[in-house]
């Protein structure tokens, strides 16, 4: 069974940092693309950034500088590093994967398998 399982996140103070991870089981992480999406109380979930088979990269404007997607096949699991917080960061992340290369890197429709996400609070 196709399985997707985020770690790491938590209550941080602006300007910190946190390391999100999203662990694959089931099938091989590194034949999909992957993308990190967030959804805030009240607002439509948005892209994060995405990461397809050959490493090319895609950030939403508000985290470029900030958060670096990254993936490490042997473990199978892609990570989100989130630099420099800020409270308009605080939502609940989530990360998916999609085989469906056509409609391009970051379309949140195109993205079948999704994990159950994990709170970030960004605070002081």
């Known amino acids: 069974q196709l399985q997707l399982v985020e770690s790491g996140g938590g209550l941080v103070q602006p300007g910190g940092s946190l390391r999100l991870a999203c662990a694959a089981s089931?099938?091989?992480?590194?034949?999909?693309?992957i993308g990190w999406f967030r959804q805030a109380p009240g607002k439509e979930r948005e892209r994060v950034s995405c990461?397809?088979?050959?490493?090319?990269?895609n950030y939403v404007d508000s985290v470029k500088g900030r958060f670096t997607i990254s993936r490490d096949n042997a473990k199978n699991t892609v990570y989100l590093q989130m630099n420099s917080l800020k409270p308009e960061d605080t939502a609940i992340y989530y990360c998916?994967?999609?085989?469906?290369?056509?409609?391009?890197?970051?379309?949140?429709?195109?993205?079948?398998?999704w994990g159950q996400g994990t709170q970030v609070t960004v605070s002081s």
């Open positions: 998916a994967a999609t085989g469906r290369f056509r409609f391009g890197l970051c379309i949140i429709a195109a993205y079948d398998y």
């Open positions: 089931g099938f091989n992480l590194g034949n999909y693309y």
């Open positions: 990461i397809n088979t050959g490493g090319d990269t």
